[in-house]
């Protein structure tokens, strides 16, 4: 049976890359019509529609590794349950991780000359200064859980490769 997925996979994968790799080719290939003096405005229209299959074929490569993400290791983990709680521990740690670093970081939001007309062009829906501080807020807190996260996995990959020298030099 994984002989028999395993090559339906392989054909798979390849008619993706074909795809991929013929669109990217007509994609250059278009560029020969577009003179190097082109207005950006004239560039989206002459470019318009490519840029659109570009788009949605990314859609759909992220839609098909988000189901292969979900899929393949439910099958995994009723095909060998052991492994499977290995891998759901993993998950967990990883959920903790992420709820540790949001409960640590803060939504201070960094002030300076100008700050109001930078969060303003990236909420033009905020119709007041609060609404502005809230959705910059919000912004801050997901930075901030992103940046400890990071801190405190690098800290575990580093305290990992030093342990397991000195680990493996006791030996």
């Known amino acids: 049976m994984s002989d028999k997925l395993s090559k339906i996979l392989k054909i798979f994968l390849a008619i993706l890359l074909l795809i991929s790799t013929i669109a990217t080719f007509l994609f250059y290939k278009g560029l020969n019509g577009l003179s190097a003096e082109a207005t950006f ?6 470019l318009g529609g490519t840029l659109e299959f570009f788009l949605q074929w990314t859609y759909i490569l992220v839609a098909i590794a988000a189901i292969a993400a979900i899929v393949f290791p439910a099958i995994s983990i009723v095909a060998s349950p052991k492994q499977g709680l290995k891998s759901i521990l993993s998950i967990v740690a990883l959920l903790l991780l992420f709820g540790v670093s949001y409960a640590i970081s803060s939504d201070t939001i ?17 119709k007041n200064l609060e609404e502005l501080k809230v959705n ?15 801190y405190i996995l690098s800290v575990l990959a580093i305290v990992s490769v030093i342990g397991g020298e000195i680990f493996r030099a006791l030996r």
């Open 110 to 126: 960094v002030t300076f000359i100008g700050w109001e007309e930078l969060y303003a062009g990236m909420y033009p829906q905020a």
């Open 136 to 150: 910059a807020q919000e912004l801050s807190l997901q930075v901030g859980t992103g940046l400890i996260a990071t």
């Open 41 to 46: 405005s004239e560039q989206i229209e002459y």
